[in-house]
């Protein structure tokens, strides 16, 4: 092996593992908050709040109305499947943001170089770094 591919390499593969440990605490993040909003109820639990029972509410009296089953936003299968879509969809954008940083190449573009010889460094730097010279370059193109 050339001693300079070694240096892409190992940046390519401290990037993989500063990806992966994006993409896995972001699912870890996530799957805490699948658990958090699947049910209504307060972080104290002397703060809940329970339904007074009245024998002279005509609704209650045919029917009894299950208050804590209201509570329940996702229930355990829609949860189970909310976390499954978003495992697999995790998991197809990490391999997605492995391939794409696996196979791209810095590469200057080839205007570029035109735009050097006939400005030179120091002016192709001023025309990009000053938001006047910018936008009138944006300007000019956009009017040939």
């Known amino acids: 092996m050339a001693?300079?591919?070694r240096p892409k390499m190992k940046f390519d593969l401290n990037v993989q593992l500063q990806i992966k440990h994006l993409v896995l605490t972001d699912f870890l993040q996530t799957l805490g908050l699948v658990l958090l909003y699947s049910q209504i109820s307060p972080?104290?639990?002397s703060l809940e709040y329970r339904?007074?029972?009245e024998a002279s509410d005509t609704l209650t009296s045919t029917e009894e109305f299950d208050?804590?089953?209201t509570l329940i936003v996702l229930t355990e299968t829609k949860a189970l499947d909310l976390t499954n879509k978003f495992r697999r969809d995790a998991d197809a954008y990490y391999v997605e943001a492995k391939r794409s940083t696996v196979s791209s190449v810095a590469?200057?573009?080839y205007w570029m170089y035109c735009v050097l010889v006939v400005l030179g460094w120091?002016?192709?730097m001023a025309v990009l770094f000053n938001p006047m010279y910018f936008t009138f370059l944006l300007i000019a193109l956009a009017s040939a």
């Open 67 to 69: 208050f804590p089953s």
């Open 107 to 109: 590469q200057i573009p």
């Open 122 to 124: 120091n002016e192709a």
């Open 51 to 53: 339904l007074p029972s």
């Open 43 to 45: 972080a104290d639990p």
């Open 3 to 5: 001693p300079s591919k």
